[in-house]
């Protein structure tokens, strides 16, 4: 794939989308795959891959795949999102589909900030965090997404990556889309680069994600 990514320099989302893809063709599955969108930095992947994909109004992308996998119930029906469509606008959304166990698989992407409209505070800001809206850092508590899903559903496959770990990735996104056709639901989290709003260079973005290693630990849960 040579298709030039609409992100900003240094994102992560590109990595993000660049390994979904080779895991479905890995699996076979690239010709059943719909990708739904949310409105956010994540609509930015609309034509970035070779499969069906659409937008969602902002926070419906995980029960608009869920409708579309009830009606056709052969496909591998994907929700990609950033953390604040999944965990703020989308999370009754997500908390209903989880615990119905509805057979699809939704794909957040947290940089633990509102990276399209400018760095302003998410649920995923992490304690003390500085962004343009808490400028003295962030006070409220951290939404820990796969920890709420693993609650409400012993099925679901749910998981922690980040995009300079591909190695997790990968097997993360696979072991999802296994999930998904085994009839359960299944979420993988991704850590993500935003240097545009993070207000870093070179070796200070990786800085930044090992940092929200500690916060949000990576793995299976």
């Known amino acids: 794939m040579s298709k030039e990514a609409k992100f900003c320099p240094g994102c992560g989302h590109p990595i993000v989308l660049r390994f979904l893809y080779s895991v479905l063709k890995e699996m076979g599955l690239e010709k059943k795959a719909v990708l739904g969108l949310d409105i956010g930095c994540s609509l930015l992947a609309w034509d970035f891959l070779p499969i069906n994909t659409f937008q969602t109004h902002h926070g419906r992308v995980t029960p608009t795949m869920v409708g579309f ?15 604040g469509g999944a965990y703020a606008i989308g999370m009754q959304g997500l908390f209903w589909a989880a615990l119905r166990n509805d057979p699809v698989t939704a794909i957040v ?36 997404g796969p920890e709420l899903v693993r609650s409400l559903n012993a ?19 696979r072991k999802a889309f296994e999930a998904q056709q085994a009839g359960n639901f299944s979420l993988v989290e991704v850590l993500s680069f935003c240097p545009t709003n993070w207000r870093t260079k070179g070796v200070e973005t990786n800085d930044f994600l090992e940092n929200m290693k500690k916060v949000f630990k990576l793995g299976e849960l």
């Open 69 to 83: 996998k009830r009606s056709q119930p052969n496909s591998v029906s994907i929700g990609y999102t950033g953390d």
């Open 109 to 144: 992407v947290n940089n633990t900030i509102y990276a399209m409209t400018g760095g302003q505070l998410a649920p995923t800001t992490m304690p003390g965090q500085k962004t343009d809206t808490s400028p003295s850092g962030n006070e409220q508590a951290t939404v820990m």
């Open 155 to 173: 099925k679901a496959y749910v998981a922690r990556a980040a995009v300079n770990d591909v190695v997790g990735l990968q097997s993360a996104l």
